[in-house]
């Protein structure tokens, strides 16, 4: 029962059935600096991962 987090060319598993945000967390990615989707859905960090999902994480670029 795992779910799939893609970072670039990085993949992460994690168990399925916790938050995204726990997940992220557990991965060592910072939430604020990702946007995470779920088959082309954009997800809240509440969401829990379900067996199976592939979920991209495009980083978020910001400067001043």
Same mark, same amino acid.
């Given at each position: 029962?795992?779910? =799939? %987090?893609?970072?670039?060319? =990085? *993949?992460?598993?994690?168990?399925? @059935? $916790?938050?995204?945000?726990?997940? %992220?967390?557990?991965c060592?990615?910072?939430? *604020?600096?990702?946007?995470?989707?779920?088959? @082309?859905? %954009? $997800?809240? *960090?509440? *969401?829990?991962?379900?067996?199976?999902?592939?979920?991209?994480?495009?980083?978020?670029?910001?400067?001043?």
């Amino acid at each position: 029962m795992t779910a =799939k %987090l893609i970072l670039r060319n =990085k *993949e992460y598993e994690v168990k399925s @059935g $916790m938050a995204l945000l726990d997940a %992220l967390k557990k991965c060592g990615i910072v939430p *604020e600096s990702i946007i995470a989707t779920r088959e @082309g859905e %954009l $997800m809240t *960090e509440d *969401e829990l991962l379900k067996d199976g999902d592939v979920i991209k994480l495009v980083a978020v670029i910001s400067g001043g």
